[in-house]
Every structure is written in C-alpha cells, then in structure tokens.
C-alpha cells in the first residue's frame, strides 16, 4: 500500500501528519519513508534517521560540437522546452529548460550533438526509527525537482507500507509524488486559502485517478467552509488535529505528537485502520483501475 | 532599420507589453518606410523568452524596445545582435517617440528575473 500525503497550500502539516502516521503505524507494519519534498525536506527533523547511502541523480545536457553543427535548427524545433536555440550563427543550450530527453541528439543529422551529466541532486537513504527512510536534496538553483522523485520511488520496497511526503502545490513535482498511490491524505486547513489550494489538489489526485481523504489541520480555525466543500464533493473527512499550543510546541522543538501523546498514537493507528477497511473510496471503481503505473509522467 | 516593440495589441495606438517573452504580439516596425507587421504570440509552456528571441531574429531586427527581458530571452537577443531597449511605457507610438528622443535606456544585461518579473 502507497499512501502520498499531500496538500495544495504549504505549511499544512504535510510531514506533521506523515511522520507521526510512519511512527505509529511502525511497530507492526513494514513501513518505508519517502520525503519527496525534495525542495526543502523536512522529514528528517521528526524521524532522525542514520543516514547509510547517497546517491547522486542526473540530467543528461546536450553539448553541440559548434565545428560539425550545419545550424539546420532541427535540434531546435524539436524541443518541446525551447531548451535549445539556432539563433543566426550561434547554437545556445539553456540548461535549466533542458529536461535531458536526449531529442536534440537523436535529431541531429551531422552527429554534432553529445550528451554531458549534470548533477541536479542526492538521495540519501538510511534507517530510521528501525524503518526505511530516504528523501531527496535538490540542489541549489535546479529547478527540476521531479527526477529526483522519480528516484526515490524507484527504491520502493513493493512488500512494504509506503508513505510519502509529497512536495507542496499542484505542479509536477506533487503529480510525481501522487501519481501511482493508493491514496492521498490532502491536508488542509480551515481557511478560504486552504480550501483554495484545497480545491486544486483535490482536481490533481482525482485527474490521476488516486482516491482521496482529506486531514483538517488547526481545526478551530476560520471557518467550516472546507468541511462543507468535502460534503459536497463526497471526500472523506477521516481526521481533525485541533489548534493546539502544545501540539504546537511539541512540533516546533521537533517532537513527535506519536511520541509524546499516546492519544494521538491511537488516532493515528485507527486512522490507518479505516483507511484500510475501505471507508475511504472516493471514486468509482473505473477511474481507480486507470491509476497510472509509478515511473509514468514526465515534465518538471 | 527595423525595429521589434513588444504590444498588446497590432497597431501602433496599442500600449506596450512590459513582458517581453511572454509578449500579446510583436510589431516590426520601420519607421523610415512606415511597413508595420504585427505577429501574435503563441509562447509555450516553457522557455517562451528564448522563443520569443528566435521570433526577432527570424524577423531581422536589431533594436528591441520593451518593458524588461529575463536573462533567457537576453541571451537569446545578444546572440541575434539585437540591441535592447527597456523601460517602454504608454502605447507603441509613445515607446517609439520616447526611443528616438533617447529617453529609453539600454540594457546591458537582463533587466528582470524571467517570467515577466
């Protein structure tokens, strides 16, 4: 089972949830950890693995051999990205356009084009809290997050329970991260801009065909606007986290609710219980069927 | 000479677009014969100043009058020997008048972050 916590808007308590989710559910699952918030990983902080390994990840650039190049600009029409350019005599590569599909080199009639690795990050993977965990690290300046994604779900362990933290928004790295789970947990909170980004990641998992539940976080807050969407479009409410100051604390010194109060370990386990017992089904039956495979997808 | 002034609109009343790559349309425009040739813009989903660049030098201008260029589309009008000049504002007309006034500075490098920034 591959459960992605997502959210639209950030800071709703993504890893709050898929932190205290994995410590819970840890003592009689096989669980494995993805942070696959590879912009700004945090999961780290909460589960305080060892790391073991570190993984370089790659985009291949092309790289024009201005003496054999004809400037016939077929490498330029070719790219989807606008990532290389003829313009007059000159042949311009525009790396971080590059989303290294090897195109340009398979187009060019003369040869000129070769193709050069390029580091855009690292995964690191080790053990935490006796389980699998692994996150990616983005280097500074990449924009393309979703190779690194990619990466770390090729590391998935199929016997395992798989949780993921998921990058905030709704762009490609979020589709990376959501696209082949069994479910979503969308967090959110009770306000108009939560119920805004709310709305847009509802749209993504349902377009990718993954059922969805959603997690209100700081419950008490705002208003009851995101509970009635959820009764309207049908999506499961299948947990509340109240505004708390001593949740608050606890997060903020990098404490695990699951750790602390007991109550919240109970939650977290019924949580995963009816989860399970198909409570949460979302969607028809036809769409779950089309869930795409995990290395499908492409884009930033 | 030939000049590229990015608009919203075809004709020279329309006002400026800032965005140089992500631009309404592109007038070229020569202001000893009068020709005026108006192209909309289609840009993708990526890398729209790069493409917007290769649209001034398949159109033989030098000088480029606009709001600002990001750093792809600058490279891009540096290697098509295009001259680049930022900081046009009012209608198409006005940007022109301004520019032959010498009133609109020269950029020496991007003058905004890309996507219109």
């Keep these: 089972m591959k459960i992605t916590v997502a959210s639209g808007k950030g800071g709703t308590g993504k890893t709050t949830v898929a932190t205290n989710l994995a410590l819970a559910l840890a003592d009689d699952h096989p669980v494995q950890f993805l942070d696959c918030d590879v912009e700004e990983p945090n999961a780290h902080i909460f589960l305080k693995p060892q790391i073991g390994q570190r993984k370089s990840v790659e985009k291949l650039l092309p790289k024009v051999d201005e003496h054999l190049c004809t400037r016939c600009g077929n490498c330029a029409e070719a790219c989807e990205f606008n990532a290389i350019a003829v313009i007059g005599k000159k042949v311009l590569v525009y790396n971080d356009l590059c989303h290294g599909c090897g195109l340009c080199k398979l187009v060019c009639p003369v040869g000129a084009i070769s193709e050069i690795p390029h580091e855009l990050g690292v995964i690191e993977s080790g053990t935490a809290r006796g389980f699998p965990f692994s996150h990616g690290l983005l280097n500074i300046g990449e924009a393309m997050a979703t190779p690194l994604i990619h990466e770390l779900k090729a590391g998935i362990d199929p016997e395992a329970l798989i949780i993921l933290d998921a990058p905030p928004g709704t762009g490609c790295p979020t589709i990376a991260a959501i696209q082949g789970a ?106 779950r069927a089309q869930n795409a495979p995990l290395q499908e997808g492409g884009g930033k | 000479m030939r000049l590229c002034i990015t608009a919203k609109g075809p004709s020279l009343g329309d006002d400026i677009d800032l965005s140089f790559g992500r631009a309404a349309y592109f007038l070229f425009h020569d202001p000893k014969t009068g020709e005026l040739h108006a192209i909309p813009n289609s840009p993708g989903a990526h890398g729209a100043g790069v493409q917007a660049a290769r649209i001034v030098a398949e159109n033989g201008a030098k000088t480029v009058i606009t709001g600002s260029v990001g750093p792809n589309a600058y490279r891009g009008l540096v290697a098509a020997g295009a001259e680049i000049y930022v900081g046009a504002e009012g209608t198409v007309a006005d940007a022109i008048a301004a520019y032959k006034e010498g009133k609109l500075p020269r950029a020496d490098g991007p003058s905004g972050r890309g996507h219109g920034r």
């Design chain 1, 182 to 287: 069994d479910l979503a947990l969308l967090v959110t909170e009770p306000t108009p801009f939560g119920l805004h980004d709310l709305r847009a990641a509802v749209g993504v998992a349902r377009s990718l065909g993954v059922p969805i539940g959603v997690i209100i976080n700081r419950d008490g807050i705002g208003d009851d606007r995101v509970e009635r969407y959820c009764e309207e479009e049908g999506i499961p409410i299948v947990l509340k986290i109240p505004f708390d100051r001593e949740i608050a604390q606890f997060y903020s010194r990098g404490v695990s609710l699951v750790d602390v109060l007991p109550e919240w370990r109970e939650r977290f386990i019924s949580l995963y219980g009816m989860l399970t017992a198909g409570l949460v089904s979302d969607i028809p039956g036809e769409r």
